[in-house]
């Protein structure tokens, strides 16, 4: 019984607040015009009555008929033994009236069968009691009712006709009003449901009002936008792993067929070290792949205390014997939050990237950004260096700026995507950046909130 749709659940609610709000200001109008008609009729009896008593009191003679004044039905006299001493003409020959409670109106209901007061009609009744020579006397003076219940009848009956109508006019607007509103919902709704993995160049209908649902279209394009954009990402990601990985395999795979072919073992040494080599290749490019696809899943990056000082200093050291020694000017305290694994793998993989390219000098500066709570690590080379418009280039997946180059050393273009997507996980960034010599790559990593250092300079 509930309603499902925002329609019908709109329609609903506006429906009940103006059918409460009307039922509530129709019993106010009721109460206020019956309250208005009941004192007016009360101030008309407590008028007669009290100009009665006043001739009663005042001992002067009074006909047994009395005529009522303007706006009262009927007067009855009596005496404190119940006897009639005078009447309106439309109470004549009749018993006298029940009291009603001293000093309060009363109100009863008329029940005489004969008469001009015949009919089923309420009456304000006030009585007046005041003392004459002949003891206590009793006035009773009453106001018909009539025109304060045919009021209330009519409207009762008008407002039976016109709240319902309101209701239905307002149910009947809101039901419009809301279709014709969410019907650019409806429309978002469905080019949504028929965007399937292989229609993600289609966007969804933007209307014209700047509301918030034209808000929601332009987020839901931009969403579609990056979906279509990582879709991309994702099958040239797949064609480029595919072209990788089919080298080294057809190499092996030749040398293997040689080795098969040509069972002389003096030729065994050079194929086996180069299906070693590789193999090696491959187990490294199944690594970098494995790496990339983890930090593609937004799986949480590991969260501890690392010293990077050490992290770099140790990266350094392992290469002294290298054929381009590094050269370090690092920080005595760094420590940032992230892992250890992964901070040793960002500083080795720019530390590879700057010999791969270097000539005769790689070095490697750590220092602390106090002010801005970063610990920033920069590699440099006195290689050729990097174009301006490579700057973001040499980020991307399988980017070779010297392709044979690269390849011929090992490179597999993804060393510099993979420091940088790390980078990133941890909250910081890897840019390239001028160098008066060579290449400069710059990583800046957060200090650990509790962390300590001092900006070291160069």
Known sequence: MRPRSVRARA?????????????AASFALLGILDGNLMSDA?????????????????????????????????????????????????????????????????????????????????????????????GLVTVYAGTSLREADTADDVITGVLAVVVPLLVLTVALVTWRVTGWALRPVEAIRAEVAAISDRDLHRRVPVPKSQDEIARLAATMNATLDRLEAAGIRQRRFIADASHELRSPITVLRTQLEVAQAHPDPALWGELVSGALEDTVRLQDLAADLLLLARLDTGEAP????????????EAARSRRRDRIPVDMEIAPEAVVRGSTLWLSRLVTNLLDNAQRHADRRVQLVLRVDAPRRTAVLEVRDD????????????????????????????????GLAIARDIATRLGGSLTAEDAPAGARLV?????????????TGF
């Open 11 to 23: 329609t609903l609610g506006a429906s009940a607040v103006v059918a409460l709000a009307l039922g």
């Open 42 to 134: 009360q101030a008309a009896a407590e008028r007669q009555a009290l100009s009665t008593a006043g001739l009663v009191a005042a001992g002067g003679r009074f006909d047994s008929v009395v005529t009522p004044g303007r706006g009262a039905d009927f007067v009855q006299v009596v005496d404190a033994q119940g006897r009639v001493l005078a009447a309106s003409p439309n109470l004549a020959g009749r018993p006298a009236l029940s009291p009603a409670r001293p000093g309060r109106p009363g109100t009863v209901r008329d029940t005489w069968k004969e008469g001009p007061a015949r009919g089923d009609r309420r009456h304000r009744v006030v009585q007046v009691t005041t003392v004459t020579a002949d």
């Open 302 to 313: 590991p969260d501890a205390s690392v010293d990077l000082a050490d992290v770099a200093r």
């Open 383 to 414: 290689g050729p260096g990097i174009a301006a418009a490579d700057r973001e280039r040499v980020f991307e997946r399988f980017t070779r700026l010297d392709d044979a180059r690269s390849r011929d050393e090992g490179g597999s273009g993804l």
């Open 443 to 455: 990583a800046r990593i957060p200090l650990e909130p509790d962390g300590s250092g001092a900006d």
